[in-house]
């Protein structure tokens, strides 16, 4: 049993020195496939080095060539033009400021065009401003005109007492304010006490009768140092009479008749009919 121990623990050292002596052999190998293959790579990228290198060699003489080619020309060129290197700068930096002028004068213009875009702008809000407002004063004419058509068909036309002519009387104050506005005569109101001469306008008037259950009266009329009586009129019948140098036409209407002997109205005097000193003045 012992010597057949003894014998196996050679055996068992030769396998191990077998075995590293195997892997050194492929470490090796796979050096050597290692290096072939690193050298042929390095042939390559030298061979690929070496071919640039002739390609640069060969562009650097093309370009020196050319180079030279286009020196000769543009001798040609400045022979041909019989213009000097000195020349050349002058028409250059000529050429240079010409551009810069351009670029300003390109500046200038866009400047100026913003700002008459803007002031076109300006022009077209305030159109619409106008445009807006003038709509706005069309439809208050149109407003107004309406209003003087209901007004007028408001209005009450009557014959007066002198040779049935025809006008519009006023049967109120409201009233008398839209005849006001008509602008066509002139309009003076009064108050008239029985017994009383009063001034309006440019001629006197005097309530003589009143008669309130009925709504008439009697009223005298002074002007021209004429007297002109209008006997037992009614309430909105127009009295009417000619006064001044040049005749003109002139009329009274009696709104109202108080039970306490007083009537209310207005004289209608024409334009250009001489006006009271007091309203003159004033």
Partial sequence: MTDEKIQEVPRTHS?????????????????????????SKLAAQQQALADTSTQNTNLAAA?????????VATDELKTSLGLTQKQLDTRAAALQASEARGERTTARLATEQKQT???????????????????????DVAKTKSDLADTNTQLTSMKGDLNGHSSLIARNGAELEILKHK??????????????KQQVGTVSLELKRA???????????????KQYEKKDKSVNEPLQFYSGKDPMLFEIVVNNVSAKNTVTGYLSSPKGAPVPVAVAER
Avoid: C, M
Wanted: no cysteine.
């Fill in 117 to 139: 875009e803007g002031q076109v702008a300006a022009v077209s809000t305030a159109v619409t401003d106008v445009q807006t407002d003038v709509g706005g004063v069309k439809t």
């Fill in 15 to 39: 396998g191990a020195l077998l075995a590293a002596i195997a892997v050194a052999i492929l470490l090796a190998l796979g050096g050597i496939i290692w290096s072939y293959t690193l050298n």
């Fill in 183 to 196: 602008g066509d005569r002139d309009y003076y109101q009064f108050t008239l006490v029985k017994g009383q």
């Fill in 211 to 225: 008669d309130a259950k009925r709504s008439r009266y009697t009223i005298s009329v002074y002007s021209d140092d």
């Fill in 63 to 71: 370009l020196k060539d050319t180079d030279a080619r286009l020196n």
